[in-house]
């Protein structure tokens, strides 16, 4: 299971960052990521961690803002959002999946999602 945690209101400009713990055995999960949903449209790729955390890859909207990494030892992921903005608003998920050689973009990469945390940005 995966839990999501770190959401809340914050105003544009500001930072915030996100956790995501794993329960069990973290030794099958390879790729692990986030999405996110706004109101009122489709869940969209944020970014994804390769196995060893090595290899990061962002969506364009949150490039040079959001920064990602894992703690295999911990079974642990954060993000970690500057420079925030309204367009930023949707339910944060953190997600994991268990198969290799995936590109780590799309929903059905993962096998395992957390609840989700709602970040909102607003003034």
């Known amino acids: 299971q995966l839990q999501a945690s770190g959401g809340g209101l914050v105003q544009p400009g500001r930072s915030l960052r996100l956790s995501c713990a794993a329960s069990?055995?973290?030794?099958?999960?390879?790729?692990m990521g986030w999405f996110r949903q706004a109101p009122g449209k489709e869940r969209e790729f944020v970014v994804t961690?390769?196995?060893?955390?090595?290899?990061?890859y962002y969506a364009d909207s949150v490039k040079g803002r959001f920064t990602s990494s894992r703690d295999n030892a911990k079974n642990a992921m954060c993000l970690q959002m500057n420079s925030l903005k309204p367009e930023d608003t949707a339910v944060y998920y953190c997600?994991?999946?268990?198969?290799?050689?995936?590109?780590?973009?799309?929903?059905?990469?993962?096998?395992?999602w957390g609840q989700g945390t709602l970040v909102t940005v607003s003034s």
């Open positions: 069990g055995s973290g030794s099958s999960i390879s790729v």
């Open positions: 997600a994991a999946g268990r198969r290799s050689g995936v590109t780590g973009t799309r929903a059905y990469d993962y096998d395992y």
């Open positions: 961690v390769s196995r060893s955390g090595d290899s990061t």
